[in-house]
């Protein structure tokens, strides 16, 4: 069994919830998935294009994350 917080895991962290994928680091294309079920699907950010600044400041678009949310579902 892969824990939350284990090697070898993706563990990007969802842009606006903070949420953790526990999945493996392998898992693309699939969406990411945190140990409650929800998923999601992220793409570079078109402001800083994953840079995470603009300008030198914080990218006001993704919070510095680097990556947009596409789409997240909840069950």
Not at 23 to 51: A, F, K, M, N
Not at 67 to 75: A, N, Q, V, W
Request: hydrophobic share 25%; with cysteine; aromatic share 6%.
């Amino acid at each position: 069994m892969i824990k939350p917080g284990g090697r070898d895991l993706c563990r990007r962290r969802h842009a606006e919830t903070g949420a953790e994928c526990c999945l493996p680091d392998t898992h693309y294309p699939r969406p990411h998935c945190d140990v409650s079920g929800t998923s999601w699907h992220d793409g570079l950010c078109p402001d800083c294009h994953g840079g995470g600044d603009v300008f030198g400041a914080v990218c006001p678009t993704c919070n510095g994350h680097g990556f947009e949310l596409i789409r997240m579902d909840e069950d």
